[in-house]
């Protein structure tokens, strides 16, 4: 067994040698033969509030999720933990912890879930597990992908917000000390959408939890009011309702508009907040057509790239940026709003299954929202102990995010910024250009956010910029520098405009 070191040194040990490395070393060491105990029996760790249900080696390359799903490939041999954790009397969180069996680097690496989560995240699990990390995910406390589980059970609304997360990782963390004998060095959250929400939550509320925390497009729970708006904004009448098949055409029109503004005609909008659009442009002469819009269609289009204000001009969420064209049947594609934003208020804030959208009054039911959400599920920029203790945040965005307005991120870190006084090296936001929400879309967006994060923690190595490719058929057709914001992209003036290489970060 090994004695748990300092932050200074690491030591990385065999049966036969043991040397120091500095910490932040990119390291994989053998631990056959040094587990403090088998893995099956970590089952006899069980608790009044932990009840692990299965403790399980599992072989390289044979583990399958349950029956009728794909098999995960290319996995190494591990040590698989499913419990139940209970906190509450009134919960029920399922999570799941891998642990590698030959090779560890010495790492804990969390994943978030998305929506309003309901399941493991076995692929983001095989992910940080091929990379040699033990890992762990939680299905939030519920099963199934609905909110359905908040009615009649407040508790089961905190785990799901924010408890869930915590308690898997407390317990990821002692069976990591119970199987290899050690606990890990570093401990790192990664998530986007939902889990990004997740992370920022740990943040505040855990500061202690996690060295590193990489949260993407925080689904921020404003939104659900703001999509809920727009819902009934765009097709609760039949004559406000853009047909998906214009959506191409008014794309078209974005980027003839918008696409050269950062200085190169590539398709993408380096930067959409310096767009306009003037969809009046578009309107039919006469009647409809397939290459126009109605005088209320246009309407439409203008409320969609619009930021939703109160009665009071008060701003409550900030816009869909041009460039998401293609997508905006998440939000306006009817005939009834995504269950994934409709479910916040039938379940949560009224906690009645058969209540109708059609009655949505923003002032209202926003605040009403808001209450419900408020010391629950709502993100507060408050991370000065998380940032005290050392902690690295990685924010990023994709700017044609069709779900989550990317403004909403944009708008956090400069909160973040204002309660720093404009000093907070330990945050850095990374907008891209082209990513849909949380992948997808036309820009680059794929990219090692885990490295970049482990080299920042461990070897104080802030990221300058990140470099993302776009995949078609997949192969790489285009790198790009994501730059942190605000500065943006670039172009050299020669070279590929596909070529990261050709870029460079500077100020907008």
Known sequence: MWPLQARGTAIVSSMKTKWLLPVGAFYMFSVSGLHAQACEKLSALSSSTVSIQMAQAVAPDSFMPSAGEKKLDHLPGFCRISAVLRPTPDSEIHTEIWLPSSTWNGRYLAVGSGGWGGSIAYGA????LRSGY???ATDDGHSGPSASFVVGHPKKFIDFAYRAEHEMAVEAKAIIQAFYGRAPQYSYWNGCSGGGREGL??????????????????ADMRRNAWALWLASKTFKDPKDYIPPAKYPMIHRAVLAACDAKDGVKDGLIENP????????????????????????????????ISPLFDSNGKQL??????????????????????????????YVVYQDANWDWHSFN????????????????????????????????LLYHGWADQQVAPGSTVEFYQSLLDLNHGDADWVKLFMVPGMGHCSGGEGP???DKIDVMVEWVEQGKAPEKIVASHRTGGKVD???PLCPYPQVAKYKGSGSTDDAANFTCSAK
């Not at 699990?125 to 940080?128: E, Q, R, V």
């Not at 998401?324 to 039938?346: K, M, S």
């Not at 002032?363 to 902690?391: I, M, Q, S, Y």
Request: hydrophobic share 35%.
């Open 317 to 346: 969420f900030p816009r869909v940026e041009p460039g998401t064209e293609l997508r905006w049947a998440r939000l306006a594609g009817g005939p009834e709003p995504a269950e994934l934003f409709y479910d916040q208020f039938r």
């Open 125 to 128: 699990m095989a992910d940080a």
């Open 134 to 136: 033990a890992t762990s």
């Open 478 to 480: 285009r790198t790009r």
């Open 362 to 393: 923003l002032d209202r039911d926003a605040a009403k929202a808001n209450a419900v959400n408020k010391d629950v599920d709502t993100l507060d920029p408050h991370l000065e102990a998380f940032a005290k203790r050392g902690g690295k945040l």
């Open 201 to 218: 939550l740990q943040a505040y509320r855990y500061p202690d939890a996690f060295d590193g925390i990489i949260a993407g497009d925080p």
């Open 273 to 304: 907040t310096t767009c306009s659009v003037d969809f009046k442009s578009l309107e039919c002469k006469s009647g409809d057509g397939a290459d126009c819009l109605t005088s209320r269609q246009v309407h439409t289009a203008e409320t969609i």
């Open 445 to 447: 967006d794929t990219f």
